[in-house]
């Protein structure tokens, strides 16, 4: 009997799965696809290599700004998918080396709960002392008629098309549609998205949202926000969406149709309703503080247990699992999760927004820096966004929320920051190095109590 059974290979599962070996505990882990899980196969690592290259041929629509002049620019979507599928390759291979290095047995399979601490995989059973579930989630589906037409993808699928869409059109405006959108943009599709909701990326801070609608128009994307979709059709060679919004009714041809609206956990023959396992409505596994299900001895970690649906907050969740396990007293902070959006610019949160403070009453401050006023914005012709930072009464710093040039990056420094509740005060006089894109940061940190050196001074 092994120590610990881990079913999904995952940024959750396979973490996990090193470090339940760094505590000396034996593991079996279960993947019934590749090693790596949807973030690396199918989500997260290949949309960022087609983000590159959109990045790029952004940079070489603009390049006479710099003095350079480029001709006979083509763009080849099959060489850009091997590209993707050497990067994801190589990634892979590094996985299954690590745990190979490290003493992980893996098992390639669908896994069925067969009790406690039973764990069935193609006519074997191996059995654990407890069993950690990091299964993760998969694109859901809405009841829209005609989602099943040739030409509707979700966003796996659309990964591993060779050809650019001339009309892509897009239903859902959260993250992954959004990121989606400006890499095809990027490609020369015409791009059109479609979101239920009142505004785009509704979750975030409404300042930055705002600003991304900017954006996004700017490049020359169409947003329908407040539009339900009501049916595709096949209209002669192309797809047809009827949506309804604020405008009334609204048609949009496409060549290509990305369902992007959100994912569900993958929970499908895991056997967990006879085994008495409890889930929300949705679905999703329930655990407790220490990531215990209701059965004893089994766990569930990641995207299946909901919440935060991010790769690294899954790794997270995995260490801490198994670290608790282990009678560690380890914690998981919440509070300082950081979001990464790459789009067109990045965009990248951490901690509270301006509407939390609001609607948990808390009085606060803001501080914001323009990267207009940045002089390493200014020399990488990325000028467009903003820092904004948010400290409570106690001068506290509660959320960084940075839209703008290598946003992803910027983050860092802002996690630790509302991580160790770091006052404004202490941070001033952190020197930060010239010129760099993260001056724009402590600019914004000093403009909470009106220091900032380099805005003019405003009235309060």
């Given at each position: 009997m092994k120590d610990l059974v881990i079913i999904g290979g995952g940024p959750g599962g396979y973490v996990a799965a090193i470090r339940a070996r760094q505590l000396g505990m034996t593991v079996t882990m279960v993947e019934k696809d590749a090693v790596g899980g949807t973030c690396l196969n199918h989500g997260c690592i290949p949309t960022k290599a087609y983000y590159r290259n959109a990045e790029i041929m952004r940079d070489l629509s603009r390049v006479e700004e710099f003095g350079i002049s480029v001709t006979g620019l083509k763009f080849s979507m099959e060489q850009a998918r091997e590209r993707k599928e050497r990067i994801v390759k190589t990634l892979t291979a590094g996985v299954e080396k690590l745990l190979a290095d490290y003493g992980v047995e893996v098992v390639k399979g669908q896994a069925t709960l067969r009790d406690q601490n039973t764990v069935a995989v193609s006519g074997q059973e191996f059995k654990a002392a407890r069993i950690l579930l990091a299964t993760g989630s998969t694109s859901a589906s809405l009841p829209i008629p005609g989602l099943e037409l040739e030409g509707v993808v979700d966003s796996s699928a659309l990964l591993q098309i060779n050809e650019v869409p001339s009309r892509l059109a897009i239903i859902g405006g959260g993250v992954i549609g959004l990121e989606f959108a400006c890499i095809f943009n990027s490609f020369g599709s015409k791009v059109t998205v479609v979101?239920?909701?009142?505004?785009?990326?509704?979750?975030?801070?409404?300042?930055?949202?705002?600003?991304?609608?900017?954006?996004?128009?700017?490049?020359?994307?169409?947003?329908?926000?407040?539009?339900?979709?009501?049916?595709?059709?096949?209209?002669?060679?192309?797809?047809?969406?009827?949506?309804?919004?604020?405008?009334?009714?609204?048609?949009?041809?496409?060549?290509?149709?990305?369902?992007?609206?959100?994912?569900?956990?993958?929970?499908?023959?895991?056997?967990?309703?006879?085994?008495?396992?409890?889930?929300?409505?949705?679905?999703?596994?329930?655990?407790?503080?220490?990531?215990?299900?209701?059965?004893?001895?089994?766990?569930?970690?990641?995207?299946?247990?909901?919440?935060?649906?991010?790769?690294?907050?899954?790794?997270?969740?995995?260490?801490?699992?198994?670290?608790?396990?282990?009678?560690?007293?380890?914690?998981?902070?919440?509070?300082?999760?950081?979001?990464?959006?790459?789009?067109?610019?990045e965009i990248a949160t951490i901690g509270m927004s301006?509407?939390?403070?609001?609607?948990?009453?808390?009085?606060?401050?803001?501080?914001?820096?323009?990267?207009?006023?940045?002089?390493?914005?200014?020399?990488?012709?990325?000028?467009?966004?903003?820092?904004?930072?948010?400290?409570?009464?106690?001068?506290?710093?509660?959320?960084?929320?940075?839209?703008?040039?290598?946003a992803s990056d910027l983050i860092l420094e802002g996690t630790?920051?509302?991580?160790?509740?770091?006052?404004?005060?202490?941070?001033?006089?952190t020197i930060h190095a010239h010129p760099t894109l993260g001056e724009a940061l402590l600019e914004a940190i000093l403009d909470v109590n009106g220091q900032a050196l380099h805005l003019s001074p405003r009235k309060r």
């Open positions: 979101e239920y909701l009142p505004s785009v990326l509704n979750q975030l801070d409404r300042e930055i949202t705002r600003r991304m609608g900017v954006f996004l128009r700017r490049q020359g994307l169409t947003v329908h926000s407040a539009t339900t979709v009501e049916k595709v059709e096949q209209n002669g060679k192309e797809l047809l969406l009827t949506a309804n919004g604020k405008k009334g009714d609204i048609k949009i041809p496409a060549d290509l149709v990305l369902v992007a609206a959100g994912r569900r956990p993958l929970t499908e023959g895991l056997n967990l309703e006879k085994l008495g396992i409890v889930t929300d409505e949705e679905g999703f596994i329930q655990v407790d503080e220490n990531f215990a299900t209701t059965v004893p001895g089994i766990y569930a970690i990641g995207d299946v247990i909901g919440g935060l649906m991010l790769a690294h907050v899954a790794s997270e969740e995995g260490i801490v699992a198994v670290e608790k396990m282990a009678g560690h007293s380890s914690k998981l902070h919440y509070n300082a999760v950081p979001s990464c959006i790459f789009t067109f610019p301006e509407e939390e403070c609001i609607s948990q009453g808390l009085k606060y401050r803001i501080g914001k820096f323009n990267f207009a006023a940045n002089g390493k914005a200014l020399t990488l012709g990325e000028t467009d966004g903003l820092v904004k930072v948010i400290a409570d009464e106690d001068d506290v710093i509660r959320g960084v929320h940075i839209i703008g040039p290598h630790i920051l509302v991580k160790e509740g770091v006052k404004t005060s202490d941070f001033a006089g």
